[in-house]
């Protein structure tokens, strides 16, 4: 997809941590949290796109290193596009492997981490011989990105996750994954709080400005909407830019890519080195309740 430029209209501050413009909490609802520690701790990584050149693969690790120095996370979500592309014309199986083999060796430094994955369009490679070759299509990124399935759930401290492929006909679910996650969504205890990860961005700005988004959002959303007392968040990644919406009481947050302008020096329009328009490079973490509140903030990494 190619990105189409647009006027600064929207700053985005460059702190340490970027909320993305919801309204901040009051100073009694801060305390409040203040005196409360979340059940669970999340790091979420998303469109690292690795590859060979801009020392791409030491920074990566350098802030996977920080990312757990500083924040120490329970485990970590990634958002896909975990490898810079599989999925143009012209690539071959060789760039495949070697693409993956820079993954491989970057997550070394995390791998006493759980890594749950979701496949992004990048990863996939479509031009093998034939459906039959063993690296065609997602079945091959499911087994190098070691996750049950293209689409799956898992429970932590309770909380439910619930990991989507937005991979297909106009970037939507198919049929199959959209009756599983409208069983998984009826089974589940009354309150369960519940995350949801997608590749693209349900609803929320950045599809607004760049596309990108799922053409099945309202159909989803109305399908939240059945279950407010369980869906909390929807975390995505594909567009590169920072956004937390807020709709119906759940909170939609796109964050930025790890690999910022695909690890180069910036766009021309942009606030500084690494950005894609106003977003800078980094990641970001989840601070996650018993009581199904959810915080998420995007930090800046300059590595």
Known sequence: MKRRSLLKAMGLSAGAALTGGLPALASTDKDKTAARKPVLTVAHITDVHIREGDDAPERFKKCLNHIIQKHRPDFFLNGGDSINDASYDNVVREQVTAQWAIWDECIKAIERYEIKSCIGNHDTWWKAPTKEDEMYGKEYVVKRLKIPGRYYSFSKAGWHFIILDGNNSKISLDEQQYNWLEQEL?????G???????????????????????????????L???????????????NHLSDNTCYNGVRYCCNGAMSGFWWGKGDAESAGPGYYLETPPGYAI??????????????????
């Open 224 to 238: 939240f909407y059945k279950h407010q007392d369980k869906v909390k968040i929807c975390l995505s990644g594909h």
């Open 286 to 303: 989840l601070k996650m309740y018993a009581d199904g509140t959810v915080e998420n903030d995007y930090f800046q990494h300059r590595f």
């Open 192 to 222: 369960t709080p519940t995350l949801l990860m997608s590749h693209y961005p349900i609803l929320g700005t950045t599809q607004v400005l760049v596309g990108g988004g799922h053409s099945d959002c309202k159909k989803l959303k109305d």
């Open 186 to 190: 009826k089974h589940l205890k009354p």
